[in-house]
């Protein structure tokens, strides 16, 4: 199952004209559900992605870190965050309730309808998702939280630690 409106923790984001019916503002940015499992996804324009998995029961641990990498294609870093995601999804508990947490709005806006993958790569990466997300019996709800923030919360704590993940083996990959 896939929540139908994607949270995001800016404000900016938000308020901004025509997003009300599928965006709403989430004014934490902390891992307090306790009965979810939260995974963080980035990915580069280098070709690697990232997905790291925090029980809100534990949000100040990592419970898993899976970081992959492909050759970039024409979507550029759309591919790599889709393929943060799809790592994200497919390594996840059968059943699960999944917080899925981007720095990518499109990403969630995508998934839940409020816009359209037009690349056919990213059309394919949709189908998959959405497909996984049914294979596996996933609850999802999709949150937004830009990158590159100076707080210390778990949101921005996480999200850069995927961030990290996707460098470090982008570097990896460059010296092959």
Request: charged letters at 30%; glycine letters at 10%; proline letters at 3%.
């Amino acid at each position: 199952m896939i929540h139908p409106r994607v949270l995001t923790t800016s404000r900016e984001s938000a308020s901004k004209k025509g997003r009300g019916e599928w965006l709403g503002f989430l004014p934490t940015r902390n891992c307090l559900d306790r009965s979810s499992l939260y995974v963080f996804t980035d990915g580069s324009t280098k070709g690697s992605f990232a997905a790291v998995y925090v029980r809100g029961a534990d949000p100040a641990v990592a419970v898993e870190e899976r970081v992959e990498f492909k050759e970039p294609t024409g979507t550029k870093n759309m591919g790599a965050e889709w393929n943060g995601l799809l790592l994200a999804l497919g390594h996840a508990p059968k059943g699960s309730k999944l917080v899925v947490v981007s720095d990518l709005l499109w990403l969630g806006a995508t998934v839940v309808g409020a816009r359209k993958a037009e690349h056919p790569e990213l059309v394919e990466s949709l189908r998959q998702a959405k497909e996984t997300i049914e294979q596996r019996g996933l609850e999802v709800r999709f949150v937004h939280h830009e990158g590159h923030q100076k707080d210390e919360s778990d949101f921005t704590r996480w999200n850069v630690r995927a961030d990290e993940l996707c460098k470090a083996r982008g570097r990896e990959a460059a010296k092959k």
